[in-house]
């Protein structure tokens, strides 16, 4: 069992360019989420699925969207990069919405973005 | 709103002493809380959870973490450090009332066992 895997591993990224890190996991879990990993700011939501067909803001989703066409990927795009959107990103499942049970968070091996 | 402090950023210890990772939370309702790991270039792994009933509660690796309602604390314990438990633990808490599909992190605490 992969789990959730993300890809690309890395990438650098000219500002203005439109970006796509894809999240795909193979789990069956109805829920998925996306972070941003920050020093000194820990992980912050940046948009969420509680299952497919439907997606949710977190706490920054600006210039950021996702799409949730079915249970098992979760992409999210970058329209037009910024270098304030240079961070390591994970992307996270768990069986059930968080806000209906107390399922963990199981977490893919994260994208290191730098935007130039 | 809910929030969870993590106050050190770094944590130093010798290999076979006892460590403590300590956590704050602020919540209105009652908290789900938990704490998570990750080693260098990997995703976050799941160490432990507090729903309800017992306040210490055991996880993997042999940490456990106890809950304290009065402080509004769930630190991280460990009896005896090992140097492969160098690595970055997060907190992270839910707040039930709110229904707030969310969990909010710490900033993380950086734990590292020197031989």
């Known amino acids: 069992i992969a789990g959730i895997t993300q890809a690309p591993t890395s990438q650098i990224l000219a500002a203005g360019r439109r970006m796509t890190l894809r999240c795909t996991q193979d789990?069956?879990?109805?829920?998925m989420y996306w972070y941003r990993q920050d020093l000194g700011l820990g992980l912050r939501l940046i948009h969420y699925s509680n299952t497919a067909g439907t997606t949710g803001k977190g706490e920054v989703p600006d210039g950021y969207s996702v799409s949730r066409a079915n249970t098992d990927d979760f992409p999210l795009t970058l329209a037009s990069a910024v270098p304030s959107q240079t961070s390591v990103y994970f992307c996270a499942s768990s069986p059930h919405a968080l806000g209906q049970t107390t399922d963990t968070q199981y977490f893919g091996p994260g994208t290191r973005l730098t935007v130039l | 709103a809910q929030s969870v402090a993590q106050p050190e950023d770094q944590v130093n210890v010798a290999e076979g002493n006892p460590l403590t990772v300590k956590c704050t939370y602020s919540v209105s309702g009652n908290p789900y809380l938990f704490w998570y790991v990750q080693y260098p270039n990997r995703g976050l792994q799941f160490l432990l959870k507090y729903i309800t009933g017992d306040n210490l509660v055991k996880g993997s690796y042999g940490f456990e973490a106890e809950f304290n309602k009065s402080q509004t604390s769930f630190h991280l314990k460990k009896p005896s450090a090992l140097v492969s438990d160098s690595a970055l633990y997060f907190c992270?808490?839910?707040?039930?009332?709110?229904?707030?599909?969310?969990?909010?992190f710490g900033t993380g605490t950086k734990l590292q066992v020197i031989p």
């Open positions: 992270a808490v839910r707040d039930m009332k709110t229904g707030y599909q969310k969990v909010t």
């Open positions: 789990m069956r879990h109805n829920a």
